[in-house]
């Protein structure tokens, strides 16, 4: 999301970065409000109206049954930003408990973590996310508990290190030796010290969890068929591309990818604004 | 109450010893210069004083009893790098009320001004951070003050200026100052005897 102004409008870096994050966000909350406006009669079948082209009545045309593709993109990228959060929320959680676990419960403990955190991260992300969904059976459970299972290594890493670093900053043992109590030291010092990172970390973690999910749902192991997921139409969609319903596939997908970059570039932008010093 | 240090011996790791059977002792109110070369552990031998290193052979009390594990330690140090010693993301104002609320004498003593309470770390100069280390070292329970290259850094009006504060105070509360410095001039004016290591 590089916007580029010329002329009379010049911003600042700061300026033209909360520009940005607002665009992004914009895009995400007219998905999530548009998912609102509709419900399961916009996406109802009609056969008087197959494979149309996109239209001023159909934005991005209907498919072989006759149902609106801009009621289906939308309905499927708020399925995905929901599983999407789901996978996120839990494996921040995950992230966060084993982080803080490895730095503080002494050496054993962060051997095991260490090692665990190595073991996830030297599969593909994507072949343990289908292994998960497909022992639990797919669907929104499988999709969920595989992109929690799978995303929080990296995270875990950063916070076990941030916590390491500033445990033993000198700031740290001088605050022991004026008497602060660790628990004290922990809420002052550390957390505070932790937030942006953790925050920032979550952020770049949702747009890989809605990709995840559409990978593995177009593959047919996470999402059932009835579903409007983003997966879903595009694996659907597939069949009719040779005989030249291109809307099919170019318009989910584009906004699949719009979707992903927003929150990246929210998340990116952010840590950029909390940290600049770290670009 | 004396600090006395027992027979110390300290090493990192497995690699030789740094020092063994270090003995001395400080009163109350004296000040003491500690000088050595480069790399022959006054730095350790001052953590170890303050409470940041165990010695691995004898031991340090205070009046005749062991330094307390928690609550505030009565022998403080400062570091010679005060950035490092601040937390980055808190105001200065914070920083200097976590050992106690400082007298605001000290703070006009040793140049405090108001208004860099309300600014973070990185908007202060070196030589302004380390007033700050000085003032928060020197918290009400402080009975002596370790000064690790206190004010190496600085220039020399703000040296004096320092010294000065931190002196006034030490009489006042007969409180004892171990220096460590190259600087052997400064170390001739400030100390009451010189030990080497």
């Not at chain 1, 995303?151 to 700031?171: F, G």
């Not at chain 2, 000040?31 to 790399?39: M, Q």
């Amino acid at each position: 999301m590089n916007l580029s102004f010329k002329g009379k409008l010049s911003l600042n870096r700061r300026q033209r970065t909360i520009l940005e994050i607002g665009a992004a966000l914009g895009f995400i909350m007219a998905i999530i409000i548009g998912r609102f406006m509709l419900d399961e009669g916009s996406i109802g079948t009609n056969l008087s109206e197959r494979n149309l082209p996109p239209s001023f009545e159909h934005f991005f045309g209907t498919d072989w049954l006759g149902r609106d593709m801009f009621a289906r993109t939308i309905m499927g990228l708020s399925l995905s930003m929901g599983v999407g959060l789901a996978g996120a929320v839990s494996s921040a959680a995950i992230a966060l408990v084993l982080g803080l676990a490895a730095a503080t419960l002494g050496k054993t403990a962060d051997t095991i973590i260490s090692w665990l955190i190595d073991l996830f991260l030297s599969v593909p992300h994507l072949v343990t996310l289908i292994l998960i969904s497909f022992a639990l059976g797919g669907g929104f459970k499988g999709i969920v508990f595989g992109i929690a299972l799978t995303h929080w290594p990296s995270l875990a890493r950063v916070i076990r290190a941030e916590v390491m670093q500033v445990r033993s900053a000198d700031y740290v043992h001088i605050s022991r030796k004026m008497g602060k109590p660790r628990t004290w030291i922990a809420i002052h010092h550390i957390i505070p010290h932790l937030i942006p990172q953790f925050l920032i970390g979550f952020l770049l973690m949702f747009p890989h969890a809605i990709l995840h999910e559409a990978a593995v749902t177009f593959l047919g192991l996470g999402l059932s068929p009835h579903e409007p997921a983003i997966g879903i139409i595009l694996s659907e969609s597939m069949k009719y591309l040779s005989s030249g319903l291109w809307w099919l596939a170019f318009f989910p997908g584009l906004s699949l990818l719009l979707v992903v970059r927003s929150f990246d570039a929210v998340g990116e932008r952010l840590r950029v604004l909390m940290d600049p010093a770290r670009t | 109450m004396q600090l006395d240090a027992k027979n110390i011996g300290f090493r990192y790791g497995k690699s030789p010893w740094l020092f063994k059977g270090i003995n001395f002792s400080m009163q109350p109110g004296e000040v003491v210069g500690l000088k050595g070369p480069s790399g022959t552990g006054k730095t350790t031998l001052c953590r170890i004083l303050a409470g940041y290193e165990k010695p691995l052979e004898g031991k340090v009390t205070l009046g005749g009893k062991a330094l307390p594990e928690i609550g505030y330690h009565p022998v403080q140090m400062v570091f010679q790098h005060p950035e490092k010693a601040v937390n980055p993301r808190w105001k200065m104002g914070k920083t200097l009320k976590e050992g106690g609320r400082p007298d605001d004498d000290l703070l006009a003593r040793l140049g405090i001004q108001q208004e860099w309470l309300e600014r973070l770390p990185n908007e202060l100069s070196g030589g302004e951070l380390q007033r700050f280390c000085v003032a928060r070292a020197l918290g009400p329970g402080t009975r002596f003050l370790i000064a690790d290259e206190m004010t190496t850094m600085l220039d020399a009006i703000t040296q004096a200026q320092i010294w000065h504060a931190v002196l006034h105070l030490a009489e006042k509360r007969k409180m004892g100052i171990l220096v460590v410095s190259h600087d052997a001039k400064l170390m001739n004016r400030l100390c009451d005897r010189v030990i080497e290591l």
